[in-house]
């Protein structure tokens, strides 16, 4: 049972009576219990209890609006985490965690307690608790997807424009609040949550934002542990499809962006995964390159004039053919997001640096014949076209040509070919990702003017694009210099707005310039003047959802297509941005160590100095040294010249007496061994003959002893011999003997055969005489019948004329059948006369059979004497 006391000191802090305990002692007392349960056997039941108290002590006590209880009971539970099971944390979710969630006054340690929560519950591993857990997955990823506010939903946001800024900030609370879950659960458990990912990402509705998600939790510090599964999960394969089937332009550049983002980690931990992506890959930026700037639905463009709309389809499809899915592959397509006018297509720039950097000759080798390559590769077509239908060369080579002329040529062109890329290993193997993403983006020429401007004219004053009413001592000439950097604002006031192609054109070229950039008169909301036609609607559109209401007005087809537009470039620049301060963070770690690598040059060029001054001092030491040396080798060699004089007389003297001295040894060391060598063979010559004499001794005994035995021998072997060539007479005439009585066999059979037709024939023939002599009888019966017949009157001829016709038919083939029964009698009676004499033939055969002699009695009964 839970301790009384500590279910009574939380309600009395919930209900912040008198004799509560501060919040922090109340935290020890929870932390005591905690303890306690883990060190008891079986705590279950106890939790149990618990769970049903503090059930009832938050119905009873806790107001939802007071948020200095909701924190009390948060942390409480948190301080609880560890003894909780996870179906007791997913009953509070409703309760308490969720509200939490999407309160944005509530502190943010409260908070923090809510997520520890969660993650914990969606981390334990518990069998009974698997399926639950698995639900309570799915289901904080569904809130995301559609409790969550949408930016790509239209009705979402319109329904956010018409919000206070209060519920605004709840609904965003929620939606980070959110989306921080997921990601800190896919740094503990990456494989979980993108399988989940990939789940959801069938729904065609739900891809964008899932794409979204991802893109943050890309950049989470934690995410080399989901990059290093990433390749071998269902999710990889669903992104690809993405971009290879999607037609939404928005998606496609979400995805592109991942892509690019997760090229370095699986460059650094999984090589072998991403050589064989790389077909894939390239098929990605050849789709990307093919991609062409939709335009406008002509269903939806508000004219006066009347369109050919059968021939604006067909017009569109000869523009832009849509690739038919395989059937192979279930897959439901995301198509238009936003109603654009002209939706720019994905850029495949920072994409194809990327492929460029890491593996440049087949990225070439890929532009020359995009689909001869993905053939070699074994790469099947995931559209019903194959591949040289699916691509337009002539696009992708008018693409790749402007985007190899913007990038500097690589260093490895030169060494390497596409086949020996592949086979050897990287050049980029022990490097980091940071440094692959700063060095791939110095491949791109704008990024390398921008660094080598900030290296070589750092020095110089960069240009103001602040206003010019913010300076007020500027000269006039100054001034007018100033206006032409400040993009004008847009006024929205008269209900027109008037905005000049220059103005677009500074406004691009000013957020790509990467230069710094001050934006004035910032807005936290939209203009009102933009959903001005959307606040007067008829009492019947009430029910309809808002983007519908909107899209029902002809008047307002700039709005909606106004708001869809703010929509994808709302979407597009966040995630240009988070790509960027992944950018950032990934060059500023590059920096970090450059900076180090700086500070470690410095080191090493002092220590260089030191050793060079040392160098000098020692060279001089060196060079009197080496003085000394000469004087001293003169010396010594003319020592050493008489010392080797002597030595040689020495030497001379001392070889003669060696000379002498090892003659005399060799000598003696001769006779020694011929001594040893003739005293050895003596003794063995003994031993030998010794040997010899025992052995002609025994082999003379043996020979008398056996002398009877070999006599008796011989003549059993020409016994054998004879009864040899008796046995093989015999066989020969046994083997005639069997083969005539084969052949006797063969023709009793035969005879047979010949007896059994014969009677067949017989019984034919006998058949044939009866059916003919019934033939004969008809024949008889048909001429009396013809008699009589002639013989009525000749007015009852013309009624049986045609009877008489059938008749004279009949006979005829009667008459037909007849001879032809007579020549198979006639055929049957020549077969009988020849089969009666091939049996006459037999009988003779088989009489004189009769007289062939007896085989003769085998020579071995009867021995005949040996001579």
Not at 734 to 763: C, H, N, P, T
Request: with cysteine; proline share 5%; net charge negative.
């Amino acid at each position: 049972m839970p301790n009384p006391a500590l279910l009574r000191q939380v309600r009395a802090t919930l209900e912040n009576a008198p004799d509560a305990l501060p919040l922090n002692d109340l935290l020890i007392i929870v932390d005591e219990f905690v303890l306690d349960c883990a060190s008891t056997e079986e705590p279950e039941l106890q939790i149990h209890q618990l769970g049903e108290d503090l059930q009832s002590i938050y119905d009873e006590v806790v107001n939802h609006s007071c948020l200095q209880q909701t924190e009390i009971f948060l942390a409480v539970l948190y301080h609880l985490g560890p003894i909780l099971p996870s179906t007791s944390v997913i009953s509070w979710f409703d309760l308490v965690l969720r509200p939490a969630l999407r309160e944005p006054k509530l502190p943010t340690q409260a908070v923090s307690h809510a997520k520890e929560l969660i993650i914990s519950a969606l981390q334990k591993k518990h069998e009974v608790y698997a399926d639950k857990v698995r639900d309570f997955r799915r289901r904080l990823l569904e809130l995301y997807l559609l409790d969550a506010f949408n930016e790509g939903s239209g009705d979402d946001i319109l329904e956010w424009a018409g919000l206070d800024e209060e519920e605004r900030t709840k609904r965003t609370h929620w939606k980070h609040n959110l989306e921080d879950i997921l990601v800190k659960f896919g740094n503990e458990r990456p494989e979980d949550l993108l399988n989940e990912i990939d789940q959801h990402f069938a729904t065609a509705t739900s891809r964008l934002q899932l794409l979204t998600l991802l893109n943050v939790f890309s950049c989470a510090p934690n995410f080399s542990s989901a990059a290093k599964i990433l390749p071998k999960l269902p999710l990889m394969q669903s992104l690809l499809l993405s971009l290879f089937l999607d037609n939404s332009s928005t998606a496609c550049t979400l995805g592109v962006t991942l892509i690019v983002k997760l090229l370095p980690f699986f460059a650094v931990y999984t090589r072998e995964d991403l050589k064989s992506m790389l077909p894939n890959l390239l098929a990605v930026l050849a789709r990307i390159m093919c991609w062409k700037q939709r335009r406008a639905s002509k269903d939806r463009v508000p004219t006066g004039d009347e369109v050919d709309v059968d021939f604006e389809k067909e017009l569109e499809k000869e523009t832009n053919p849509v690739l038919t899915v395989s059937p192979k592959i279930n897959w439901e397509r995301l198509e238009m997001v936003f109603n654009v006018a002209t939706p720019l297509p994905p850029s495949s720039r920072p994409y194809f640096t990327t492929l460029y950097y890491l593996y440049p000759s087949n990225v070439l080798k890929f532009l020359r014949d995009p689909a001869q390559y993905l053939i070699d590769n074994n790469t099947p077509s995931p559209y019903l076209e194959s591949w040289e239908k699916a691509l337009d060369q002539d696009e992708i080579r008018r693409r790749s040509e402007n985007l190899v002329r913007e990038h500097n040529c690589h260093p490895l062109l030169i060494w390497r070919d596409a086949v020996v890329e592949l086979a050897q290993p990287e050049f980029w193997v022990r490097y980091d990702i940071s440094r692959i993403v700063s060095e791939a983006a110095m491949l791109d020429i704008r990024n390398l003017a921008v660094g080598l401007q900030a290296r070589y004219i750092s020095g110089r004053p960069q240009p103001s694009l602040n206003p010019p009413e913010s300076e007020p001592h500027v000269h006039s000439d100054d001034r007018s210099h100033l206006e032409s950097q400040v993009i004008k604002p847009i006024d929205l006031s008269s209900g027109k707005t008037i905005i000049s192609l220059q103005d677009m054109i500074d406004t691009t070229i000013a957020l790509k310039s990467k230069l710094n950039l001050e934006v004035i008169q910032p807005k936290s909301q939209w203009p009102h003047s933009l959903f001005s036609a959307i606040g007067v609607s008829s009492p019947e559109q009430n029910d309809l959802p808002p983007m519908a209401t909107l899209e029902q007005d002809p008047n307002s087809f700039h709005v909606a297509q106004a708001i869809s537009g703010l929509q994808r470039e709302v979407l597009l620049l966040r995630n240009d941005l988070n790509f960027e301060l992944w950018l950032t963070r990934e060059n500023a770690k590059h920096i970090a160590r450059l900076y180090q690598d700086r500070i470690l040059m410095k080191t090493a060029e002092t220590e260089r100095q030191g050793l060079y001054n040392k160098l000098r001092k020692y060279r001089a030491q060196v060079i009197g040294l080496e003085g000394e040396l000469r004087d001293h080798k003169l010396q010594a060699s003319n020592a050493k010249n008489k010392y080797a004089d002597w030595n040689a007389e020495l030497q001379k003297k001392l070889k003669e007496l060696r000379d002498e001295k090892k003659s005399w040894f060799l000598e003696a060391a001769t006779l020694r061994t011929a001594e040893k060598e003739a005293r050895a063979l003596f003794d063995a010559q003994g031993k030998l003959l010794a040997d010899a004499a025992k052995q002609v001794f025994d082999l003379s005994t043996q020979r008398k002893e056996n002398q009877h035995k070999i006599d008796r021998l011989h003549d059993y072997e020409r016994q054998i011999d004879q009864h040899i060539k008796v046995q093989r007479m015999w066989d020969e005439d046994f083997a005639k003997f069997k083969e005539q009585e084969q052949d006797i066999g063969v023709m009793r059979s035969q005879y047979k055969q010949m007896e059994m037709r014969l009677e067949s024939m017989e019984q034919a023939q006998v058949k044939s005489e009866e059916l003919a002599r019934g033939y004969r009888r008809q024949i008889q019966t048909f001429e009396a019948q013809l008699i009589q017949m002639k013989r009525k009157t000749s007015n009852s001829r013309a009624p049986f004329a045609e009877g008489m016709a059938s008749l004279q038919a009949d006979k005829m083939a009667l008459t037909q059948t007849n001879t032809q029964l007579r020549e198979e009698n006639q055929v049957l009676k020549d077969e009988v006369e020849e089969l009666q004499a091939m049996v006459e033939l037999l009988k003779g055969q088989q009489s004189r059979q009769g007289l062939i002699s007896e085989p003769r009695a085998s020579p071995i009964l009867s021995p005949r004497p040996f001579h």
